[in-house]
């Protein structure tokens, strides 16, 4: 969820940023401009004042043309900034330097055209810092109401555009600045928010996996969030209250129905020697009874196994393997079927006992519905994070509805009523397992059978 709603306050927060920051580089733009325009405005103010009696075809003087003529030269020099005062005709009255003359086309022309209509030319286009572009400024010489000159004024923009840039990137820097304030500020809000979250996602996945000890702890986060771990904890709390009674009351039950029903099974064998010798029904009741017996048996071994807290340890399951094939070797051999094993060296953390009784039922599913002459394989690997014992039958196998339902309490295939089992050893094994971090899974094999492995992991309960 962080990654999905940091980018997001991110984009706001620089769109925030760059909303404010673009009109405040253009209006720094614009300023800096404004500044040059007004000044060389003064200037071309200054140069109509002195031109006007130099203008004066009548009364004029060749001192005021000289004194026209050395101040322009003078300002061209010291700024760097072209000028002159041009009759109507084109003529140069004077300028600075000498040898520049109004120009056919361009923002010059343009310029000095305007103001011989008697006003002041329009102000220059918004030069940008990556533009090489001039100002020009021009402003007319009146006397007695007629245009008798216009003076203009031809600027170069470099230092004006270093100024703009060197603006824009104090305006960057200030900009950069914020956005990493934000942004760590937007790592600590989130932070802060989804915390409990993530606590609540942690926890829950505890639960699910079989800790229902685990709680959430209300420290920090929005006082939302904070009840929402509170009301996670009643929760779990009150779905752990019902686990333990449904757990209690079935290990109780199983325990209370063991001693009647050893009761009712010696009654049935006291009757049976009343009996006739063969007695069908007899011993039909007595298969009921051994097999209601192991029922309660499994019941209570599974209500045992899920209050019974894994003891992990640091474990070689290739050896542990090794055993059981061993162990189960000889009872598959006294059913025809051929029981080889594949266990190399290979370590894990789990519960010895818990993988051993997982391995137990699942061998003896394995031999129990794999034909005469088959065979069954045992087989060990590792990738790394997981160790994997594989056990592979050439038995009837299972189709895909039924693999779906495998492992479920009680649950047979219908094909398979009348071998013996509760339909509790593999409920069993996979909550054993599932104690430890492991799990049991059922799939498919070529061309009949079934393939179950059994996975348990290398890292310990501490990585």
Known sequence: MRTRLLPLLIVLMAAVLLALGVPLGISLASAQQQNVVVDRIDDTAYFAAIARPAADVTSGSRDDLRILSRELESYYDVYGIRAGVFLPNDTPLANGPTTWFLPETGEVRDAFEESLLSRRSHDPKQVWPWQRGRLVVASPVIRDGDVVAVVVTDSPTGEMRSR?????????????????????????????????????????????????????????????????????????????????????????????????????????????????????????????????????????????????????????????????????????????????????????????????????????????????????????????????????????????EELARIGDRFWRSGRHQNIKGSGLGLSISRVLLSAGGGSLTYGHHEPSGLRVTVTVPRSGPSA
């Open 164 to 400: 703009i840039l060197n603006g824009w990137l104090i305006i960057a820097g200030g900009l950069t600045a914020a956005m990493l304030v934000a942004v760590g500020a937007a790592l600590r809000l989130t932070g802060w928010v989804l915390r409990p979250v993530r606590v609540l996602d942690v926890t829950t996945h505890e639960i699910a996996s079989g800790r229902l000890k685990s709680r959430v702890a209300v420290a920090s986060g929005p006082p939302e969030l904070r009840r929402l771990a509170r009301s996670f904890n009643e929760m779990a709390d009150n779905v752990e209250d019902v686990l333990e009674q449904q757990r209690a009351f079935v290990a109780d039950a199983s325990h209370q129905l063991r001693n009647p029903l050893a009761a009712l099974l010696l009654r049935i064998e006291l009757l049976a020697f009343e009996l006739p010798e063969g007695n069908e029904e007899i011993a039909s009741v007595q298969a009921e009874g051994k097999r209601l017996a192991q029922v309660l048996d499994d019941l209570l071994d599974l209500a045992l196994a899920e209050h019974t807290a894994a003891d992990l340890r640091l474990t070689d399951v290739g050896a542990l393997a090794a055993e059981r094939v061993a162990a189960w070797a000889p009872t598959a051999e006294a059913k025809g079927v051929r029981l080889v094993g594949s266990c190399p060296p290979t370590t894990a953390w789990a519960d010895p006992v818990a993988l051993s009784s997982a391995l137990d039922a699942v061998i003896d599913n394995a031999v129990k519905f794999t034909p005469k002459d088959e065979r069954v394989e045992v087989s060990v690997a590792s990738n790394g994070a997981m160790s994997t014992i594989e056990v592979v039958d050439n038995g009837p196998g299972l189709t895909d």
